[in-house]
């Protein structure tokens, strides 16, 4: 039986995540101590979502719970708290951000949280936190008939990984002289241990204690992974070797790696590292 071996907590799109022991299931993602999976995000001076991809740099950035703030350390910075009180209505700014394709309503941070995120990236940018009354779904044409929310995610509210795949993708990287790569590079929110590799490419439901969660949509890979997240450095590559052999027809040939997945039952559960997991395949 599959063992849940990771749970992880990415507050701030893009930046460093959390491990965790356990988390709340919520129909927008995971959550812990009230703190929402990819509730923050770093905008442009268009407002417009930073990444990884272009921010490298944005792995260092390293973001903590603590009672009352988000505490952020990066190298050669101070570090910096967020307050996790929601603003007070009267002196709220709120602003139209851009993440892909949507336009959401999220709260500024203020000058002096954009002014640490500037001197952390070397560009002019803001921290965003998705406003409350703001709603923005997964795709329709991969949901079906079901309302997924999420908050600045690429577009699912969790994505599923098996230590079997990495091994898989470890044991052909290592065939041919190159490092191993940990499971950090792909960014999951769920790991799951004791599964054939990418056996989640074929599972139709997953029963985590009283929770159900359903795999939708296989996870398009971008250039992240080829981001060392401990150095924030471009390098070793692994693409190259995926594309030989992940190609999926279902996404244009694209390279994938793991499962978009939401929760369809178990609104509130907690789930915790070392526990079960019920699998449903459907080959």
């Known amino acids: 039986m599959p063992i849940l071996t990771e749970l992880n907590l990415y507050p701030i799109k893009s930046c460093a995540g959390i491990s965790l022991r356990e988390a709340t299931l919520t129909p927008a993602g995971l959550m812990s101590q009230h703190i929402y999976d990819r509730e923050w995000m770093i905008v442009d001076e268009n407002r417009q979502a930073l990444t990884q991809r272009e921010f490298p740099k944005m792995a260092l950035i390293e973001p903590r719970i603590k009672a009352d703030t988000l505490e952020l350390r990066s190298p050669g910075m101070l570090r910096f708290e967020v307050p996790l009180d929601l603003p007070d209505p009267a002196d709220e700014k709120v602003i139209r951000v851009k993440v892909w394709d949507d336009e959401v309503d999220a709260y500024d941070c203020d000058d002096t949280t954009a002014l640490w995120f500037s001197n952390a990236l070397g560009t002019a940018c803001r921290l ?156």
């Open 128 to 283: 965003v936190r998705f406003h409350p009354n703001a709603q923005r779904l997964a795709n329709k044409e991969w949901t079906k008939d079901i309302d997924a929310p999420t908050l600045f995610s690429d577009g699912f509210p969790m994505l599923v990984i098996g230590t079997g795949s990495l091994d898989d993708l470890n044991e052909k990287l290592v065939t041919q002289g190159r490092a191993a790569l940990p499971m950090n590079r792909f960014r999951p929110n769920l790991v799951f241990s004791d599964l054939p590799a990418f056996e989640e490419d074929y599972a139709t439901l997953y029963t985590i204690g009283n929770a159900q969660v359903k795999p939708v949509k296989p996870s398009p890979r971008c250039p992240i992974p080829s981001i060392d997240q401990a150095s924030g450095e471009f390098g070793p590559d692994p693409l190259d070797i995926l594309q030989s052999y992940r190609s999926n027809p279902k996404l244009d040939d694209r390279i994938t790696f793991g499962m978009n997945t939401l929760l369809l039952s178990g609104e509130g559960e907690v789930i915790r590292v070392g526990q079960n997991v019920e699998i449903e395949l459907d080959f």
